[in-house]
């Protein structure tokens, strides 16, 4: 099963933080992309529900930040 690492886009700084979770998905991406994107019209799996919500630390600003928006948060894959 596909493994992937979550990146998050900084609402603090404008850069992209790994949220430091890994998931395997058996329907994600073949290369980066946004989860909004992945599932538009789609459910979202449960592994990908359970993170929605979870802070990130900017490790510019060294502060934690949640990103709502499915478009700027990103599925790599390992
Ligand atoms: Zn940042």
């Keep these: 099963m596909?493994?992937?690492?979550?990146h998050v886009l900084c609402s603090e700084c404008g850069a992209e933080h790994p949220?430091?979770?890994r998931l395997h998905l058996d329907d994600?991406?073949?290369?980066?992309?946004?989860?909004g994107?992945?599932?538009?019209?789609k459910?979202?799996?449960?592994?990908?529900?359970?993170?929605g919500g979870h802070k990130t630390l900017c490790l510019?600003?060294?502060r934690?930040?949640?990103?709502?928006?499915d478009e700027?948060?990103?599925l790599v894959p390992r």
């Design 19 to 21: 949220m430091r979770v």
């Design 28 to 35: 994600g991406p073949a290369e980066k992309r946004s989860i």
């Design 72 to 74: 700027h948060i990103f």
């Design 43 to 51: 459910t979202q799996p449960p592994q990908l529900l359970a993170i």
């Design 60 to 62: 510019k600003t060294g």
């Design 64 to 69: 934690m930040f949640v990103q709502e928006d």
């Design 37 to 41: 994107e992945t599932y538009k019209g």
């Design 2 to 6: 596909p493994q992937y690492e979550i």
